[in-house]
């Protein structure tokens, strides 16, 4: 839909839908609109929640977005809040999956020549960053102060040039085994190979399992040219050391220069987090309205957050490009579902208090809410927790859970240059790249400006289309690729968090 069927203060996502969202509370008496209007609300209803539009029984499907989200728990009358105490999850154990592929909305291609373009680095390897710093990754959570303190001090001695000093910490790297120690070492050599780095200082400790050797080696992409190393065992003053290293890479990022570059250069990864009930009507919306813009130009977009894909995964499954692509689909997701049956935990413990108090009652509300952030678009590629995507056009499926930190991590590690993270609730997190906040509501935006980059939840309050909002967002991802610093650069909150899933010594 290009515009959301507002009624006063009312939203029926999808013709279908026997429950309406309130874009305001409500209280007990209110009249529906047209063509509900003989239904008045049987009490007080926060926003975001659902009204039964019909009378329903127990047992009845709930529908929303035009899909079942569970079913009533009791006997519903038309004009009551549906939320926990009256509708469950109909998700239950693992599900039978058919490739029945439908791209009947698929997003087309745009004519040639009419792309717009960002100010870029252009790589060595072909691909394009939007920023030219200096990242500092370390083996191992002992020398993090080093990779602080050198930061620290690079940002003082040498200003300007470089466009930040990024020091990218992490608790792990010693004490870790098998498969825990691959992931952690995995998405450490991708984030090295990132584009938005113009140099990469690597420091050591050198009695790490995650040796500086194996972690050099898994990064087979990496310019050679581009990146420092070092063991702080090895070396007298690990600082000055590092800062002479630093220097090093400066000189070689000296004619480092933003030219145009098409936008179908971009990579996007697609995050929500903190989620309310009207983030899969307005900002994930807009987003998925980002992915088939930027796909159609020859851009690459990354979706993740597997377990926020249950209940909602037959729909991505019927855009896989091909029947091989979908069978990696359907491994994706089993294999998330055995993650959570090996540890002893169930499968759609899900949505968060806060999802909740925003609106949100079972999974598949949420995870169809989640989803539309990959629009429209035919999904090309499947790759595991740590991997690259491939710097081409189309639509990813990225292996990782829901968690905020680590999710958006891998999304960096995937090459996304920036991530358009959706908010209904707020937060003030930030990743490697830029980080750019998108609410769902008006209130949040307003409430939190130096969190909130852009507000999605201007369709709710204005007369303005889930398109036209999308070209606003379009022309601001522009002007963050050319430079324009989002919250998260301004408040300089830069975090990385791995995936932890395995032995610690």
């Given at each position: 839909m290009s515009k959301i069927a507002v009624q006063r203060q009312f939203i029926q996502v999808h013709p279908n839908d026997n429950v309406v969202v309130a874009i305001v509370p409500a209280a007990q008496g209110t009249a529906l609109p047209e063509p509900w209007q003989a239904i008045t609300l049987q009490s007080d209803v926060p926003a975001g929640h659902k009204i039964a539009v019909c009378d329903l029984?127990?047992?009845?499907?709930?529908?929303?977005?035009?899909?079942?989200?569970?079913?009533?728990?009791?006997?519903?009358?038309?004009?009551?809040?549906?939320?926990?105490?009256?509708?469950?999850?109909?998700?239950?154990?693992?599900e039978k999956y058919q490739y029945q592929p439908d791209f009947s909305?698929?997003?087309?291609?745009?004519?040639?020549?009419?792309?717009?373009?960002?100010?870029?680095?252009?790589?060595?390897?072909?691909?394009?960053?939007?920023?030219?710093?200096?990242?500092?990754?370390?083996?191992?959570?002992?020398?993090?102060?080093?990779?602080?303190?050198?930061?620290q001090l690079a940002e003082k001695q040498f200003t300007e040039m470089a466009d930040a000093y990024v020091p990218l910490t992490h608790a792990f790297g010693c004490s870790q085994l098998g498969d825990d120690l691959s992931n952690t070492r995995k998405l450490l050599a991708s984030l090295m190979q990132h584009a938005n780095a113009g140099g990469v200082l690597v420091i050591g400790l050198g009695c790490e399992n995650n040796q500086l050797k194996a972690l050099l080696a898994e990064a087979s992409g990496l310019d050679e040219s581009r990146v420092e190393f070092f063991n702080s065992q090895q070396v007298e003053d690990e600082i000055e050391y590092g800062l002479q290293a630093v220097k090093r890479l400066l000189d070689k990022m000296q004619d480092d220069k933003r030219t145009p570059q098409p936008i179908g250069k971009l990579t996007l990864g697609m995050k929500c987090g903190g989620s309310d009930g009207f983030s899969g009507l307005t900002a994930n919306a807009v987003v998925g309205r980002m992915t088939d813009k930027l796909t159609a130009m020859g851009g690459r977009v990354i979706l993740t957050e597997t377990p926020e894909?249950?209940?909602?995964?037959?729909?991505?499954?019927?855009?896989?490009?091909?029947?091989?692509?979908?069978?990696?689909?359907?491994?994706?997701?089993?294999d998330f579902k055995q993650y959570f049956i090996d540890n002893k935990q169930p499968i759609y413990?899900?949505?968060?208090?806060?999802?909740?108090d925003g609106g949100l009652t079972t999974l598949e509300e949420k995870s169809l809410g989640a989803i539309q952030k990959g629009g429209q678009a035919i999904i090309n590629q499947v790759i595991d927790y740590g991997e690259i995507a491939e710097n081409s056009q189309g639509l990813t499926l990225l292996q990782g859970p829901g968690n905020d930190a680590v999710s958006s991590t891998a999304l960096a590690a995937a090459g996304a240059n920036i991530v358009l993270f959706t908010t209904g609730r707020g937060t003030p997190l930030g990743f490697p790249v830029p980080t750019m906040k998108i609410s769902s509501n008006p209130t949040i935006a307003a409430k939190k400006p130096h969190w909130i980059d852009f507000n999605a939840g201007q369709v709710l309050d204005s007369d303005m289309t889930l398109d036209e909002c999308a070209e606003q967002l379009m022309d601001y991802v522009i002007q963050v690729a050319s430079g324009q610093k989002t919250n998260n650069e301004i408040n300089d909150s830069r975090e990385i968090a791995i995936w932890k899933n395995g032995v610690t010594l």
């Open positions: 029984s127990a047992g009845d499907k709930i529908y929303k977005y035009g899909y079942s989200i569970g079913h009533a728990t009791t006997a519903i009358n038309a004009g009551q809040h549906v939320h926990s105490h009256n509708l469950k999850t109909s998700l239950s154990g693992q909305k698929a997003a087309g291609q745009t004519t040639p020549g009419n792309h717009p373009t960002f100010d870029g680095f252009e790589r060595k390897n072909g691909r394009v960053g939007i920023r030219n710093e200096i990242w500092i990754i370390n083996t191992v959570g002992c020398v993090n102060q080093a990779a602080r303190r050198i930061a894909m249950f209940g909602a995964e037959q729909v991505l499954m019927n855009r896989a490009e091909n029947e091989q692509v979908y069978q990696q689909i359907v491994t994706l997701v089993n413990e899900n949505p968060s208090p806060g999802n909740k």
